[in-house]
Nanobody, 114 residues
């Protein structure tokens, strides 16, 4: 069973940038649609998705500021985050679309604060 390990989170000031990475252990198929979710204390949000043909979608709250990408050969998915805001503070998870949250990884904490 594939598992995803997220990294790259941290503490950043408003307006700053971070690049999150996610690497798959086990089998990884380039046809999968991959997604980044985030979980804040009061809500969960689907942040971005990327399909096999690299078509992307974004939540309205992150459009223009965030970019999702993938490297199938490395079994990696990325989330470039710019102009970060305090409301972006959350634990970020990378997963294959349709995966139950019980099977998600540990996530990576992003905290945006001055």
């Amino acid at each position: 069973q594939v598992q995803f390990v997220e990294s790259g989170g941290g503490l950043v000031k408003p307006g700053g940038s971070l690049r999150l990475s996610c690497v798959a252990s086990g089998s990884f198929k380039s046809i999968w649609t991959m997604a980044w979710y985030r979980q804040a204390p009061d809500k969960r949000e689907l942040v971005a998705t990327i399909m096999a043909d690299r078509t992307t979608t974004y939540a309205d709250s992150v459009k223009v500021r965030f970019t999702i990408s993938r490297d199938n050969a490395k079994k990696e998915v990325y989330l470039e985050m710019n102009d970060l805001k305090p409301e972006d503070t959350a634990v970020y998870y990378c997963t294959k679309m349709g995966t139950a949250d019980d099977d998600w990884g540990q996530g990576t904490q992003v905290t945006v604060s001055s």
